[in-house]
């Protein structure tokens, strides 16, 4: 049996997020906004396919695809670059790799008790984010 991500999930912590944001050269003003942000994870997850929409007050971006098959992704609204994006298994986690301008570049996702946990990495900057599950 995989892992179910499927539901909808609230951010309770974001670490390192500014300098997270600052490696994506995401300008000051925008950063000053995203920062204070409470953002959700509306997870989709049937089979191999996935569906993720996070969302916010201030933008919103949703992602689909399929476990193992590479896409191209536009970051729109976020920092607005074209990377080659590929998702897979590593045990019980959701590895993502963003291949493109910047290096190093992805994200992870896995489940601890009822808490799904995000990281963010590029260029070695980590942001972790946990959210909980929502009843
Ligand atoms: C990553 C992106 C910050 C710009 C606005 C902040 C708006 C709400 O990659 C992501 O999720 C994956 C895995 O769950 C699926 O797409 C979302 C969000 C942070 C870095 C860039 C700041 C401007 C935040 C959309």
Redesign the pocket.
Known sequence: MPVDFNGRWLMETNDN?ED??KV?N?DLA??K??IH?S?T?V?IQDGDKFV?K???I??????SFTIGEEIEEY?K???NRVVKTLITWEGDKLV?TQRGEKANRG?K?WLEGDKLH?E?FCEGVVCHQVFKKQA
């Open positions: 997020f997270f944001m994506l995401i925008t950063r906004i995203a942000l953002q994870k997870i993720i996070t969302l916010s201030f933008r919103n971006y949703e992602m970051t609204g976020l920092d993502c994200w996702h995000m963010l």
